[in-house]
């Protein structure tokens, strides 16, 4: 491209050749010169040249620049302070950067975009700026207009400049601070673009990642907007919404996690005529192979992996499945890799890059990851060091179980974490927490004990059954004492909004806040006569007695609906009656935490016998129902006592 530096190490994309338009649409821009970051708005373009597509709404490059005017016209002469930046909207985003780095603020991104961590972050800066509503605090907050006709005099920015402060994602334990200059990002946009910039051409930007982490503000933004690609504003959740807003488009490429890509096989089928896909980018964790083949399949696109850090910014990139695809990861340009030294954990990786928090000219900065590196400077990564764990003397890896985990022909996805005991000493204890494949969960939901797929033999009844499978089949491979205690099953592991599943979230599946003292569940309503009362309950979700009742699946146990029922009968008669005995007793629908329902008693006195009928149930769902046939009032009831 004209004015733009030679590109490095370009890589080979065979199926690119065969993109062409697509009949009908015409493309929505052409290839303009490459912007460095630093040169971004003083650089002229076609006024009329496309930025954004806010909802379906074309930006184009005057309103986009009469937008960043306008906000750096509201920020006044503020210069040198922090401003939080939390935006829904990628192109509320765009303006308020821009319009903060042309007044040399810096941004500060939370967390995440809950009120809590809002708050939290304002209470040390200068305002805020963003799309969303922040409870009050006081403190200045403005919101980027969508479109703007101001004039400012725009400047270039100093690459040495701090720009903008970062959090990592946490996805290990808790997430930290980390500060970033214009010629970092500057330099690995650019990176970017001499990479596989020729591979996406002229095509809008579509994601399934926030923009207010490094990956998605770097991917879906900042490359671009300096490449001059029309992104999407919003953010797609589903494939079908992606799918359909492509049709849409002569051409595209997708931003995108493992979490997205693992659920390609339950969207909807690709349009006809194909999507136009000129590449999918993934990062936040390994992608499996097997995904990575599902997305090749549907889409016709071989996703390309990312792999790096919010403090080492991009490191390597590698394709699993396609033309020249392979396992290991090829380092972007100007990044080397190797092997740390003493005081580093065992085969314990270290980069320099100019993207790294440390930079180029630093030492090398360590990495949280374990590998080996290649004679021709590929590398390849085997895990987490962090994720060695040591129970009782013995040492695992995490990683290995969760893949010993994984190959079972009932496990689609696993994710282990390490859990502390309540005991004295505390003890620590392996959770896993699992999807089940689609095939295992219908055969689960059928009776008795049916054929499993795959040539395994038969599905045992119920989710204890599964986990104590489970663990036979890693027991093949660990020591008894480092197999995982509680199992936790769920449709998708919890994901932030960069599309991570952080251990943080993983250990809330483990760790609901049961309270011993909390006995009786939450009374909404009471009606009562002479001869029936009905209570309308919920069971509360830190329910004492769901406390190991079950590990994998907490149940009000039938025992204490019994009790509950026998508290109410005896508000019933205003005295607590003497049980002769109980029959007819039957459970027929599990009860859950957070469940509302309603408990009614009814006395009725037949044959010289007092029996009092108790049901739990919410409209047709009947819990259980069952009698209390009363003897002789016991002397401290005739007495009034109890």
């Known amino acids: 491209m004209p004015g733009f530096p030679e590109a490095g190490d370009v890589p080979d994309f065979p199926e690119a050749a065969a993109d062409a338009p697509r009949a009908g649409i015409a493309r929505m821009t052409q290839r303009l010169r490459f912007s460095?970051?630093?040169?971004?708005?003083?650089?002229?373009?076609?006024?009329?040249?496309?930025?954004?597509?806010?909802?379906?709404?074309?930006?184009?490059?005057?309103?986009?620049?009469?937008?960043?005017?306008?906000?750096?016209?509201?920020?006044?002469?503020?210069?040198?302070?922090?401003?939080?930046?939390?935006?829904?909207?990628?192109?509320?985003?765009?303006?308020?950067?821009?319009?903060?780095?042309?007044?040399?603020?810096?941004?500060?991104?939370?967390?995440?975009?809950?009120?809590?961590?809002?708050?939290?972050?304002?209470?040390?800066?200068?305002?805020?700026?963003?799309?969303?509503?922040?409870?009050?605090?006081?403190?200045?907050?403005?919101?980027?207009?969508?479109?703007?006709?101001?004039?400012?005099?725009?400047?270039?920015?100093?690459?040495?400049?701090?720009?903008?402060?970062?959090?990592?994602?946490?996805?290990?334990g808790e997430s930290k601070r980390v500060v970033k200059a214009v010629a970092q990002l500057e330099e690995e946009v650019a990176v970017l673009e001499r990479t596989f910039g020729e591979r996406l051409g002229a095509c809008s930007v579509f994601a399934t990642v926030s923009h207010q982490h490094i990956y998605g503000m770097l991917f879906r933004l900042l490359w671009p907007l300096c490449a001059g690609r029309p992104f999407h504003a919003q953010t797609f959740f589903f494939w079908e919404e992606i799918f359909a807003a492509m049709r849409r488009q002569a051409a595209g490429c997708i931003i995108s996690s493992p979490v997205h890509l693992d659920r390609i096989d339950q969207a909807s089928d690709v349009p006809p005529g194909g999507l136009g896909c000129r590449a999918i980018f993934s990062s936040g964790c390994l992608l499996k192979l097997s995904s990575s083949e599902a997305v090749l399949a549907r889409t016709g696109c071989a996703p390309i992996e990312v792999f790096g850090s919010t403090e080492t910014g991009g490191v390597g990139w590698r394709r699993q499945c396609g033309e020249g695809a392979g396992a290991d990861w090829r380092p972007l340009e100007g990044v080397s890799v190797s092997i740390a030294g003493?005081?580093?954990?065992?085969?314990?990786?270290?980069?320099?890059?100019?993207?790294?928090?440390?930079?180029?000219?630093?030492?090398?900065?360590?990495?949280?990851?374990?590998?080996?590196?290649?004679?021709?400077?590929?590398?390849?990564?085997?895990?987490?060091?962090?994720?060695?764990?040591?129970?009782?003397?013995?040492?695992?890896?995490?990683?290995?179980?969760?893949?010993?985990?994984?190959a079972h022909p009932w496990v689609a996805h696993a994710r282990l974490v390490i859990l502390q005991g309540a005991g004295r000493p505390a003890r620590d204890f392996v959770g896993a927490v699992v999807v089940l494949k689609a095939s295992a969960q219908r055969q689960l939901l059928k009776p008795g004990r049916p054929e499993l797929p795959n040539g395994a033999s038969n599905f045992p009844n119920g989710l204890g059954s599964i986990s104590r499978t489970l663990r036979e089949h890693l027991r093949r491979h660990f020591e008894p004492v480092t197999l995982p205690r509680h199992f936790r099953y769920v449709d998708a592991f919890p994901m932030?909004?960069?599309?991570?599943?952080?251990?943080?979230?993983?250990?809330?599946?483990?760790?609901?806040?049961?309270?011993?003292?909390?006995?009786?569940?939450?009374?909404?309503?009471?009606?009562?006569?002479?001869?029936?009362?009905?209570?309308?309950?919920?069971?509360?979700?830190?329910?004492?007695?769901?406390?190991?009742?079950?590990?994998?699946?907490?149940?009000?146990?039938?025992?204490?609906?019994?009790?509950?029922?026998?508290?109410?009968?005896?508000?019933?008669?205003?005295?607590?009656?003497?049980?002769?005995?109980?029959?007819?007793?039957?459970?027929?629908e599990l009860l859950l935490p957070g469940r509302e329902f309603s408990l009614r008693v009814?006395?009725?006195?037949?044959?010289?016998?007092?029996?009092?009928?108790?049901?739990?149930?919410?409209?047709?769902?009947?819990?259980?129902?069952?009698?209390?046939?009363?003897?002789?009032?016991?002397p401290q009831a005739a007495a009034g006592g109890a």
């Open 342 to 406: 003493a005081g580093a954990g065992p085969d314990q990786l270290q980069v320099r890059s100019p993207f790294a928090e440390a930079g180029k000219d630093s030492p090398a900065q360590m990495m949280g990851d374990r590998g080996a590196v290649l004679e021709d400077g590929r590398f390849r990564v085997f895990g987490r060091v962090d994720r060695i764990a040591k129970i009782a003397e013995e040492r695992f890896s995490l990683d290995e179980m969760e893949r010993r985990l994984q």
């Open 36 to 172: 460095r970051l630093s040169d971004l708005l003083t650089q002229e373009r076609p006024p009329d040249g496309l930025v954004a597509f806010d909802h379906d709404r074309p930006v184009d490059w005057r309103g986009f620049r009469g937008a960043v005017a306008d906000m750096c016209i509201r920020l006044g002469g503020e210069r040198n302070g922090r401003w939080l930046l939390a935006c829904g909207s990628s192109y509320s985003f765009a303006v308020g950067l821009c319009a903060l780095w042309q007044t040399d603020n810096v941004a500060v991104l939370p967390p995440n975009l809950r009120p809590g961590s809002i708050a939290e972050c304002l209470g040390t800066l200068e305002g805020g700026i963003g799309d969303i509503a922040p409870r009050a605090t006081g403190q200045r907050w403005l919101k980027p207009a969508a479109g703007g006709t101001g004039s400012f005099h725009w400047r270039r920015l100093d690459p040495s400049r701090k720009c903008v402060e970062l959090f990592t994602s946490g996805s290990t």
């Open 602 to 634: 009814v006395v009725k006195r037949t044959g010289g016998e007092e029996k009092l009928f108790y049901e739990f149930a919410d409209g047709d769902v009947l819990f259980s129902s069952g009698r209390f046939i009363l003897g002789e009032p016991s």
């Open 496 to 588: 932030d909004a960069q599309g991570k599943t952080t251990a943080p979230a993983l250990k809330r599946l483990f760790h609901p806040p049961y309270d011993p003292a909390v006995t009786q569940p939450e009374r909404l309503e009471r009606v009562r006569t002479s001869d029936k009362i009905t209570l309308r309950l919920r069971v509360p979700p830190d329910l004492g007695y769901l406390d190991g009742h079950f590990p994998e699946f907490p149940v009000v146990p039938g025992v204490v609906q019994t009790k509950w029922a026998w508290m109410a009968a005896s508000e019933l008669l205003g005295r607590v009656p003497a049980l002769k005995e109980m029959e007819a007793v039957k459970f027929r």
